[in-house]
Nanobody, 116 residues
Framework: QVHFEESGGGEIQPGGSLRLSCVVS????????MGWYRQAPAEERDLVAA???????NYADSVKGRFTISRDVAKNTMYLQMNTLKPEDTAVYYC??????????WGQGTQVTVSS
């Protein structure tokens, strides 16, 4: 099992910044990928940013240049720095962990609302 502690969501005006944090613990030795998805109302859950097992980072085209994923291995924590936020970034953000057996685990989600 993999356990998550997500934090950092909230409401912010367009152009602002937020940082999401996700502490990942448990059976994390066999990582394939880890990062964040997001899901807006009535939309599918889409990948936002992720690390691969080779430590490469992948980003959705819509967030490239604005969002940065990072991690502190010693603290078992991932971060998603979100800058120049737009109303279309409004969604519930879920951190995830996928292991080498392709099992995907999800955090509880944190709401991000970008509105003036």
């Amino acid at each position: 099992q993999v356990h998550f502690e997500e934090s950092g969501g909230g409401e912010i005006q367009p152009g602002g910044s937020l940082r999401l944090s996700c502490v990942v613990s448990g059976s994390t030795a066999k990582m394939l990928s880890m990062g964040w998805y997001r899901q807006a109302p009535a939309e599918e859950r889409d990948l936002v940013a992720a690390f691969t097992v080779t430590n490469k980072t992948n980003y959705a085209d819509s967030v490239k240049g604005r969002f940065t994923i990072s991690r502190d291995v010693a603290k078992n924590t991932m971060y998603l720095q979100m800058n120049t936020l737009k109303p279309e970034d409004t969604a519930v953000y879920y951190c995830f962990f996928r292991d080498t057996s392709l099992q995907r685990y999800w955090g509880q989600g944190t709401q991000v609302t970008v509105s003036s």
